[in-house]
């Protein structure tokens, strides 16, 4: 058994929710359609399944999928936008084709889903910036940065939520950028996965070959368990451990090596009392829907023999933050 005195290290998932805004600088409505009306249905599933297992997360969600109506989203934007060089970046190029709302356009607003997941138990809000914002690219400041991470913290309050913890789009950000956050009032970030195959670029930096790398690391430990302890700095940053890659059928041979990797993920995080931090995106499972949740139900079926084992938890990444910071501080007395 475990002893209660102890911090048993758990499972942190983070859900970046951004719907067409995470895709459409190289996928339009029409190409991607499947996935973004598909993550619609996955996400309630989503929710049953966790909280059929106790499952604890956040969900990093864009925010302009919170606006009501087309008045809502204009009326939110900030008047300081990026100025990206590589032009297509910018989701004001798109204002003018958004449709009214969620009903007509179901692809560029979520509150309704937003309120659903707010309500479901143990499910945290936390933002995705509001535009979907791209740090490291060029022409982006910090200024705007900020601007824009005021305007989706505004759109939380609105909705009696106050978001606390941040994932950086294509996980890009610098120090200024952490430092930027915390002004806002932001507590915890998502920081990168460790080692250099994971160290955050800008989009024209990536080589196919660190692509190819991280692709195998799904499948065999290239790069160790990624297994984390809480540095206790402010913001506090909750690593990624692992991208849930989506079920793919022409790699789905070896879907057992790619589960295996993670069980053992999970295995090496309890045995430490450590953080492992899965994270995806909603519309990841917006096609081979039922083949998604079966392996993510796979997954939390484990998490459930390591809670009663050994007592490992299911955390938000603000539960993370702030156990970790506990146990810190007592470690500090
Ligand atoms: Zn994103």
Redesign the pocket.
């Known amino acids: 058994m475990h002893s209660p005195n102890v911090n048993p290290g758990g499972l942190v998932i983070s859900l970046?929710f951004?719907l067409h805004?995470?895709?459409r600088d190289h996928s339009s409505v029409a190409d991607y359609r499947e996935n973004l009306l598909g993550a619609r249905e996955a996400i309630p599933a989503m929710l049953r399944l966790f909280e059929k297992y106790g499952i604890h997360a956040t969900w990093?969600t864009?925010g302009m999928l919170f606006c009501e109506n087309k008045q809502e989203l204009l009326a939110s934007a900030p008047a300081l936008r990026p100025e990206y060089r590589l032009a297509k970046l910018s989701p004001y190029l798109d204002l003018d084709s958004v449709g009214e709302d969620e009903v007509s356009d179901p692809f560029h607003y979520a509150p309704s889903l937003i309120r659903t997941i707010a309500s479901a138990p143990g499910q945290e809000l936390g933002t995705?910036t509001f535009s979907?914002f791209y740090c490291l690219e060029e022409g982006a400041t910090v200024a705007a940065f900020e601007a824009d991470l005021e305007k989706a913290l505004q759109l939380g309050t609105k909705l009696g939520v106050q978001l606390k913890s941040l994932?950086f789009?294509?996980n890009q950000y610098g120090e200024e950028h952490l430092h930027a956050s915390q002004r806002c009032g932001i507590t915890c970030v998502r920081s990168n996965q460790q080692g250099s195959l994971y160290n955050p670029r800008a989009s024209g930096d990536e080589s196919l070959f660190r692509r190819g790398l991280r692709l195998a690391d799904a499948y065999v430990n290239l790069s160790g368990h990624n297994t984390h302890s809480s540095d206790g700095k402010r913001p506090a940053r909750v690593p990624a451990s692992r991208f849930l890659r989506p079920y793919n059928p022409r790699l789905c041979a070896a879907d057992s090596l790619r589960m295996r990797r993670i069980l053992h993920d999970l295995d090496a995080a309890a045995e430490c009392c450590e953080i492992y931090h899965l994270w995806w995106?909603p519309h990841n499972f917006g096609r081979w829907t039922r083949e998604n949740l079966e392996f993510l139900e796979a997954i939390l079926r484990h998490l459930a023999v390591l809670r009663d084992k050994k007592g490992f938890a299911s955390w938000t990444m603000l539960e993370a933050a702030e156990t970790g910071t506990k146990a810190n501080r007592a470690s500090q007395l």
Do not use: M, N, S, Y
């Open positions: 970046d951004e805004w995470g895709v990093a864009v995705h979907h994932v789009p294509r995106h």
